[in-house]
């Protein structure tokens, strides 16, 4: 270790040197091996005023999505009725989640590209959708008398959220790509996926409520 | 693990002319360089500081950024600056959740390659050995164990270096007796 010399005894010193050591070492070849730092600078840009990528791709739910990326536009909230039909609220939110997706991954692809295919959703478009579609929810869950669990404190939370992102992309021109600002560019992108993994946890939390909405018993404290 | 420094002076005159070579190249001096070679680094520090391989490279990230344009160029001590602002972004994640309808947190977002990480059974060992330590002699135990001497390490926490010192120490003490290390020889 570096300055502290310790007395080189049976106390186990000399044992937690080697092991310290061989952990250092060992763990920072296998980070590095996993990190890929060549792709990660590559996707946060070049500090000479490149123009950067996420170096997180947004995560795949899993949810099916819609092939053609044109379909996004297709996703209307519709009238969500009682029972089965909230699950399908739920349904269309696992599907904008996925176009979330869809669309962070086309980014990514896209930012080396001179040419932006300007009919791709922008980020506010798709926080649009997600929050018509989570109020609808919302909305739905209230209707059925479910004041035991406090729905409105505990929305408030996740449509904060909502409202203050959605507040930040709705600016003029805010978009993943800002040509010659990494910084910026690189920013946004961070935004934009902990925004998405707040919507998974959100969802998490809308799963978790219409399960208790379906079996009162859970309702007791 | 820590190189110590050369020694000035070590070794005596030199008996043969030997060809000029330049120092190498600052890896600080451009941002691309800066990032090669501590984001590594950077991550497994955040590591022993507690955060999960996921966790270390989001804030690892974060503090990068937070560089960016032009910051990183007027940094005088450029990875103690990492060390300490990724620290604090770590702890602004605030990950967990008691309940499922507890406010949502500031979780860090996508994937994230270290996510396929898989730490050794030896790597966890020690991991969970550091977590049991105190605060203070964790944070030291980090710090030395990412090259800083003292001196360094006191400076840019505002403590004196027999503080640091002092923790180390315990650090040491503590982490031989909950692996277990007292009198075992080195291997």
Partial sequence: MTDYTPHRDDRGEEALDALLARDQASLLVAVRAVLDVEGGLERLGSAKGGVARPYVTVQNTGSEVAGDRSDWQSFEVEAVLDGPALQGALGMIDDLAGEMCDAADDLREEMYAEHLDPSRPTPYDLLELTMEALLEVSDRLSARDLTELELTREFEPMQRVFKDEAEYWRQPDRDFVEPGRADVCFSRALRFSRFHAKLVTLHAQLRWLFEKAKDPSLLAP | ?187
């Avoid at chain 2, 800066?34 to 984001?39: F, I, T, V």
């Fill in chain 2, 1 to 187: 693990m820590t190189e110590l420094p050369a020694r000035a002076g070590h070794g005596g005159p030199q008996r043969e002319r030997r060809p000029v070579v330049l120092p190498q190249a600052d890896p600080f001096a451009d941002f691309d360089g800066l990032y090669r070679s501590q984001m590594g680094p950077l991550t497994v520090f955040l590591m022993r500081m507690g955060a999960s391989a996921y966790e270390a490279a989001d804030a690892a990230h974060e503090a990068f950024v937070s560089t960016l344009p032009d910051t990183w160029r007027s940094l005088a001590y450029p990875k103690a600056y990492l060390r300490t602002t990724a620290y604090r972004c770590y702890l602004r994640q605030a990950t967990s959740m008691d309940r499922p309808t507890d406010p949502v947190p500031d979780r860090p977002g996508g994937t994230c390659p270290l996510q396929l990480l898989e730490l050794t059974a030896e790597q966890e060992r020690v991991a969970d050995a550091l977590l049991q330590l105190p605060f203070a002699q964790r944070e030291a135990m980090a710090w030395v164990l990412d090259g800083f001497s003292y001196a360094e390490i006191a400076q840019h926490l505002g403590k004196t270096p027999a503080t640091v010192r002092q923790n180390y120490r315990h650090a040491r003490i503590r982490l031989v007796e909950i692996l277990g290390l007292k009198g075992k020889e080195e291997r």
